[in-house]
C-alpha cells in the first residue's frame, strides 16, 4: 500500500533512535478470537502463530438479478482522428487544450488531435487537475477510452471514444446537476461539494474484460451514483439509488460484481471518510453490505487486491492506537467476512499468488520491521530488515515482489524472504513506486526533482536518463512491448526512449505539467489505449 508523505514524514524525526536502540522482545501472537471484537497483537522476531481463518469455498455461478431502469443516453459526438494506425496501441494523454494520441508503433511520430475543449478557469483548474479528474481512462482492449472533462462554466462529462475510428464519439454524459454546477462556480478550489469531492474520489474503471465501465456521477441524484456503461448497448445505467455518496473500489475478476464504499456523511468541507464498504452486480439488483468501518477511523480502507478464491483483500488502518489493524477478505457472494490478520500494523501488502501478506508492525520505535505471513499460518520476519524505518510497502505484480521503501533504504522483497537492495533510492529520493516494465526486466524511478533512474530486474543500476529543458519527471508510461518508455517533464514536454541505450526524444511541447501528474496506481493523464478484444 503506498502511503503519502504526510503520513509518514514524521517518522524520520525517530529513526535515529531507532536505528541505534535494539528494540525488545515482542509477545507472541494469540490465535484470532471467533467474535467480532479484534484482540491487539505484538509480533514476535521469530516464527509466529497463525492468525488466518480461512472461509469455505466461493460459489461458481451468480444468482440472477433484476435490471434497472437505464438512463437516458445523450446525442454522441464524433471526433476526427485522422493520422493513427488500425493496429494500434495508441498512447493517450492531455496537452493545454484536449486529448491527443501518438501511434505506440511510431516512438516519435506525429501527434494526433482526439478532442478540443475550452481553458479552464483558474478555480475548476486548480480544483479538477489536483483532484486528478482530469485523466483518460483506457480500456484493456477493443480501443476504448473515456475521460472527464470539465469547461469554465463548470460542465463537468464523462466522455467516451474509440480509437482509430473517425467517427469516434460515442458518449458524452453530464456527471453534475445543474444545481451541482453552479455550487461549482461559487466554490473555491478548496471547498467544493462534498457531492463533487465523492465523484472525484475514486477513478471510473473498466471491467477486465473490458466490456463496461463503471463510474460516479450525481446527473439525477444530489449524491453521488455509480453508473454502469456498455459501450455496445450505448446505455448509461445507474446502479445505486443515490440516497448515500457511493464511490467505485474495484471490478471482480469475472467482471460480474463492483466493490464499492459508502462515505460518511459527517465529512462535511474534509477529506471523505469511508463509512462501509458494499458489492453489488454488474447486471443490477440489490447491493450487499460486506462490512462496516469504525466511526472513529480517518484513513481510507486499501484494496490489496483480490484472492485465487475471488474474494476482496482489504486493510483497515489502526484506529486511536488500538492494534486493531487488520486485514480481512470480502466474500461478495456469500457476505461473509474473514480476518485473517490483525494487531499493531502501519501497512500491508498482499501476493495474490501465493497467498503471502507483507505487513510492517508498529513497535514503541515506530514502524521498524516487515513480516511475511503465509496462508498456512507460517510467519516469518526477516532479521535483517528489523530496527529500521519502513513506511510504505506494496506488491509489484510485474516483479512479482514486494517493494518497501525506508528511510535509508529500499528494498525489493520475496514472497520467500530473500530481497534486494536498491541503495540509490530512498524515501527521500522517490514519490512514488517504480514503474515495472510489461515484461517484468526493467524498473523506472523518478520524482519532480530529477530524471529516469532505470534498473534491471536484478536491482542492478542500469542507467540515469534526463533532458536538459527538465529538472524532473511527471509520468512514465511503458511501451507495452518493454522496448522503451515515454516521459513527462516538468517542462511540459512528452518524450520517447527506447532502450537499452537510447537519449530521449521530443514528442510534443504543448503539454501542461499541471495536469500531467502521476498517481500511484496510474498515470493521471498518461495511458495506453489497446486494439484488438481480449478473448
Same mark, same amino acid.
Request: charged residues 15%; aromatic residues 10%; contains cysteine.
Given at each position: ?49 497463525? =492468525?488466518? =481463518? ?70 475548476? =483548474? ?9 485523466? !483518460? ?191 480481512? !477478505? ?206
Amino acid at each position: 500500500m503506498f502511503v503519502k508523505p504526510c503520513r509518514w514524514l514524521g517518522l524520520i524525526l525517530i529513526c535515529s533512535l531507532s536505528a541505534c536502540i535494539a528494540p525488545p522482545p515482542l509477545s507472541p501472537t494469540p490465535s484470532p478470537a471467533t467474535s467480532s471484537t479484534l484482540t491487539p497483537t505484538l509480533l514476535a522476531p521469530t516464527e509466529l502463530v497463525p =492468525t488466518e =481463518t480461512v472461509l469455505p469455498p466461493t460459489p461458481t455461478k451468480l444468482s440472477p438479478t433484476p435490471r434497472l431502469s437505464p438512463t437516458p443516453t445523450l446525442a454522441p459526438t464524433t471526433t476526427s482522428t485522422f493520422g493513427l494506425s488500425s493496429a494500434g496501441p495508441w498512447l493517450v494523454y492531455r496537452d493545454v487544450a484536449g486529448w491527443v494520441a501518438v501511434d505506440g508503433a511510431d516512438p516519435h511520430g506525429e501527434p494526433v488531435e482526439l478532442s478540443r475543449e475550452a481553458p479552464l478557469s483558474t478555480t475548476l =483548474t486548480s480544483a479538477f487537475t489536483r483532484a486528478g479528474a482530469l485523466f !483518460a481512462a483506457p480500456a484493456p482492449s477493443d480501443g476504448w477510452f473515456a475521460f472527464y472533462s470539465a469547461n469554465s462554466t463548470a460542465n463537468f462529462a464523462l466522455t467516451v471514444k474509440r480509437l482509430p475510428d473517425r467517427q469516434s464519439g460515442l458518449l458524452q454524459m453530464p456527471l453534475l446537476s445543474a444545481d451541482l454546477e453552479e455550487q461549482v462556480r461559487a466554490s473555491s478550489a478548496g471547498s467544493l461539494p462534498d457531492t463533487v469531492q465523492a465523484i472525484l474520489f475514486r477513478r471510473p474503471l473498466w471491467s477486465p474484460d473490458g466490456r463496461a465501465l463503471a463510474f460516479a456521477g450525481a446527473f439525477e441524484t444530489s449524491n453521488s451514483a455509480l453508473y454502469l456503461y456498455r459501450p455496445g448497448e450505448k446505455v448509461a445505467k445507474r446502479l445505486t439509488d443515490g440516497e448515500q455518496q457511493a464511490v467505485l473500489v474495484a471490478w471482480s475478476p469475472d467482471s460480474q460484481w463492483l466493490l464499492y464504499e459508502i462515505l460518511s456523511p459527517d465529512y462535511a468541507g474534509q477529506a471523505p471518510v469511508v463509512a462501509s464498504i458494499w458489492a453489488i452486480p454488474a447486471a443490477g439488483g440489490a447491493p450487499k453490505k460486506l462490512l462496516e468501518v469504525d466511526k472513529e477511523s480517518t484513513d481510507a480502507p486499501e484494496f490489496l487486491g483480490w484472492s485465487p478464491m475471488g474474494e476482496a483483500v482489504m486493510f483497515m488502518p489502526d484506529v486511536n492506537d488500538q492494534g486493531n489493524a487488520v486485514c480481512v !477478505a470480502l466474500n461478495l457472494i456469500t457476505g461473509q467476512t474473514a480476518t485473517w490478520q490483525r494487531g499493531y500494523f502501519f501497512n500491508m501488502a498482499y501476493d495474490p499468488q501465493t497467498g503471502t501478506v507483507a505487513m510492517i508492525p508498529i513497535s514503541i520505535y515506530g514502524p521498524d520491521s516487515i513480516v511475511l505471513a503465509y496462508p498456512d499460518g507460517k510467519k516469518i520476519q526477516p532479521p535483517v530488515l528489523s530496527g529500521k524505518i519502513w513506511p510504505s510497502i506494496e506488491w509489484l505484480p510485474g516483479l512479482q515482489r514486494f517493494f518497501a521503501y525506508g528511510v535509508f533504504e529500499t528494498i525489493l522483497l520475496a514472497p520467500d524472504g530473500s530481497l534486494v537492495y536498491l541503495p540509490d533510492e530512498t524515501a527521500q529520493q522517490i514519490d512514488e513506486r517504480p514503474a515495472v516494465s510489461p515484461d517484468g526486466q526493467w524498473l523506472a524511478f523518478w520524482n519532480e526533482n530529477s530524471g529516469v533512474r532505470l534498473y534491471d530486474s536484478s536491482g542492478k543500476p542500469v542507467r540515469a536518463i534526463s533532458v536538459d529543458d527538465a529538472q524532473g519527471t511527471l509520468a512514465v508510461a511503458w511501451q507495452p512491448d518493454s522496448s522503451g518508455f515515454y516521459m513527462v517533464g516538468d517542462d511540459g514536454k512528452l518524450y520517447s526512449v527506447t532502450l537499452p541505450e537510447g537519449e530521449p526524444g521530443l514528442v510534443d511541447s504543448g503539454l501542461d505539467p499541471s495536469v500531467n501528474n502521476m498517481l500511484p496506481d496510474a498515470p493521471a493523464n498518461l495511458g495506453w489505449v489497446q486494439a484488438g478484444s481480449k478473448p
